[in-house]
């Protein structure tokens, strides 16, 4: 929760204010430790002893209480850009599965082995043709046909795209575990109709299920 709220609305400017104001009163509060330490020692009447020891014991607690609310909030801050960075990190890195995400994903295709599946990917990016090559591999480790497609490199898309061209049961039912199974492994898809398929020149379906690969969302 803490770290939500300093990503949300702890901007540089206010991190500036208040470092400024937690190291002012700390330091202010060191110089009234000071002076009551000299007064408490000094010849003054009992009054101004009194006082002495009042002025020590608040600039304790003063200094005490802006040490630890500058720790909390400077750990607060490097935990938030912390975050940031692996936000950062996760959103360059290339897509993949890892070996769990992989198994399962096998594993859930398994059973509707022989599918045949055309792959198309939009754009030129290398990512998008790795990416698309580790699901191809996967299809083909459940043992499904994959048939490659020329890319096409004036269309635009994110992530994954499932398209269902066959009208039986049993191709519904693959079409809806293919789907399934890519959002299991944390893959942004969605289903889209089959006359939305944007196809190479002088190509069209051959197989019964279209999955298109596009950019990184």
Same mark, same amino acid.
């Given at each position: 929760m803490w770290i939500e709220i300093f990503s949300m609305f702890v901007t540089d400017h206010v991190a500036f204010? &208040?470092? &400024?104001?937690?190291?002012?009163?700390?330091?202010?509060?060191? &110089?009234?430790?000071?002076?009551?330490?000299? #007064?408490?020692? @000094?010849?003054?009447?009992?009054?101004m002893h009194k006082l002495a020891r009042r002025i020590v014991l608040w600039a304790c607690v003063t200094e005490t209480v802006c040490g630890v609310?500058?720790?909390?909030?400077?750990?607060?801050i490097s935990e938030a850009q912390q975050d940031k960075i692996v936000a950062l990190e996760e959103r360059i890195a290339d897509?993949?599965?890892?070996p769990h995400q992989y198994t399962?994903?096998? @594993?859930? *295709?398994?059973?509707?082995a022989g599918t045949r599946v055309d792959v198309l990917i939009y754009g030129v990016a290398d990512e998008t043709?790795?990416? @698309?090559?580790i699901l191809v591999?996967? *299809?083909?480790?459940?043992? #499904?046909?994959?048939?490659? &497609?020329?890319p096409v490199q004036s269309a635009v898309a994110r992530g994954v795209s499932v398209a269902i061209a066959g009208a039986d049961e049993k191709t519904q039912q693959a079409g809806a575990a293919l789907l399934a199974a890519l959002k299991a492994a944390e893959i942004e898809a969605a289903l889209i109709d089959r006359g939305a398929v944007i196809w190479p020149p002088h190509q069209n379906f051959t197989g019964s299920i279209v999955m298109i690969t596009g950019s990184k969302p």
């Open positions: 204010l &208040v470092h &400024v104001y937690l190291l002012t009163f700390e330091a202010m509060a060191t &110089v009234a430790l000071g002076f009551g330490i000299i #007064w408490e020692s @000094s010849d003054a009447p009992p009054s609310a500058l720790f909390t909030f400077d750990e607060g897509r993949g599965l890892l399962e994903f096998v @594993s859930q *295709l398994a059973p509707f043709r790795k990416f @698309s090559g591999h996967a *299809l083909n480790a459940a043992k #499904w046909q994959t048939r490659g &497609v020329d």
